[in-house]
Nanobody
């Protein structure tokens, strides 16, 4: 069983920055396709950014130019650098990993953007 643990959420003012981290002890971390999802109250969970096992990245339009997803295979950690945060970015952010038809989720970390 793969366990994903997120950290780095919190309260930040509009225009501020946060960096989310997702770590796992899995020895096959480098083979995972991974992503960050978010879910705001009363809304469906949406894919924010993804990174394939060979490093290809994709972003939803609303975060392009502000968020950066990355992986450090040596540290078994995925990151989401979030700059220029807006109130509409407020949500619970979830780490996701998939490998050969199996999918795994973290427990989520709250990001609140408010003055």
């Amino acid at each position: 069983q793969v366990q994903l643990v997120e950290s780095g959420g919190g309260l930040v003012q509009p225009g501020g920055s946060l960096r989310l981290s997702c770590t796992t002890s899995s020895i096959i971390f480098s083979l995972f396709d991974m992503g960050w999802y978010r879910q705001a109250p009363e809304k469906q969970r949406e894919l924010v950014a993804s990174i394939s096992n060979n490093g290809n990245t994709n972003y939803t339009d609303s975060v392009k130019g502000r968020f950066t997803i990355s992986k450090d295979n040596a540290k078994n950690t995925m990151y989401l650098q979030m700059n220029g945060l807006k109130p509409e970015d407020t949500a619970v952010y979830y780490c996701h990993a998939k490998f050969f038809g199996s999918a795994y989720w973290g427990q989520g970390t709250q990001v609140t953007v408010s003055s």
